[in-house]
Nanobody, 125 residues
């Protein structure tokens, strides 16, 4: 099994920044890809960003491209999501996810095998 624990969420003003962290533990050697998703009240959980094992490939939703950056430190078993120029529409619970195999579609929720409990991000306008 793989456990994922997110941290770094909070309340920030529009235009501000936050960095989310996701620490993975357990059978982490089975992980290939890591991703971030988010879910706002009353909405479906949506893809935000993803990264492959080596960090050589990254993927972003159009809504966050140019503002968010995903990275990983495998020595620390940690994936990060740096969020800049935050907007009120970025308000959501952010979830970390892990996938054992190379996804056919990094943005597809069903590709991911493990999920964290989520961390709340609130952007005030």
């Amino acid at each position: 099994q793989v456990q994922l624990v997110e941290s770094g969420g909070g309340l920030v003003q529009a235009g501000g920044s936050l960095r989310l962290s996701c620490v993975h533990s357990g059978r982490t050697f089975v992980i290939y890809a890591m991703g971030w998703f988010r879910q706002a009240p009353g909405k479906e959980r949506e893809f935000v960003a993803a990264i492959n094992w080596g960090g050589s490939s990254t993927y972003y939703a159009n809504s966050v491209k140019g503002r968010f950056t995903i990275s990983r430190d495998n020595a620390k078993n940690t994936v990060y999501l740096q969020m800049n120029s935050l907007k009120s529409e970025d308000t959501a619970v952010y979830y970390c996810a892990a996938e054992r195999n190379r996804p056919l579609d990094y943005a597809r929720r069903s590709e991911y095998d493990y999920w964290g409990q989520g961390t709340q991000v609130t952007v005030s306008s």
